[in-house]
């Protein structure tokens, strides 16, 4: 049994602070076995991180969140890049196609472009049901409602844009701890979300480095 945060960003996301060598630090010292940096439509945190991964002793799955037409969808053992702004299922085709995962991050929350707020009809692999971000609240509750009914297995993630909050929710996965196994893990349901809520005063930072990113790109 292994323990993973499968949904981190770094720097590379554009709105989030920490390197990939920082998230591997902390991931470390808070005992975590892997980690899946997914920055919004780049690899490159995640190919930075799996060069870096064995100074660290944390394995790294290559991942990337990707932004489709109705929401967002993390590729989780991606090999290569994928075009943002496709469909959903054009996304998880193209995900398939690299025999990587479709999970579903954040489904039901609007304003973070989830993507079951508009299409549901999918054929995803997993659902992120616990996010550290709303660990009380309604949204990761009906996910969980959502994923149960339908025999689709769950995720546990921190989903951290600042570096303390890595591992602040995760997934015991029945697995050996390489990325082929754990997306093998993962894909046969052998998962349980873990976790607990991210600091409040984290979150404050990280609206309020939202907000400062979005006025410097309007200021240029």
């Not at 292994?2 to 709105?15: A, C, N």
């Not at 690899?43 to 790294?60: N, P, Q, R, Y």
């Not at 697995?175 to 873990?194: L, M, Q, V, W, Y």
Request: proline share 5%.
């Amino acid at each position: 049994m292994i323990r993973i945060d499968p949904h981190i960003h770094t720097v590379y996301s554009g709105d989030a602070r920490g390197t990939p060598r920082d998230v591997l630090k902390r991931a470390s010292l808070v005992g975590l076995d892997a980690v899946a940096i997914a920055d919004h439509n780049t690899m490159k945190g995640s190919l930075i991180a799996m060069e870096d991964s064995a100074e660290f002793g944390v394995t790294v799955v290559p991942a990337v969140e990707l932004s489709t037409s109705a929401g967002h969808i993390v590729a989780l053992g991606v090999q290569e890049e994928i075009q943002r702004g496709l469909t959903p299922a054009e996304t998880m085709d193209e995900i398939h196609s690299q025999d990587a995962l479709a999970i579903i991050p954040h489904p039901f929350v609007r304003y973070r472009q989830g993507l079951f707020v508009n299409e549901r009809n999918l054929r995803v692999d997993a659902v992120e049901t616990l996010n550290s971000r709303y660990i009380v609240g309604y949204s990761n509750w009906r996910a969980r409602k959502f994923a149960r009914k339908r025999g689709i297995p769950e995720i546990g993630a921190s989903d951290a844009h600042f570096v303390e909050a890595v591992g602040s929710s995760f997934t015991f996965v029945e697995s050996e701890n390489t990325a082929d196994d754990i997306i093998e893990g993962i894909r046969r349901g052998r998962t349980r979300p873990e976790g607990r809520r991210t600091p409040l005063p984290l979150i404050v930072r990280e609206v309020i480095n939202k907000k400062l990113i979005g006025r410097m790109r309007n200021d240029i």
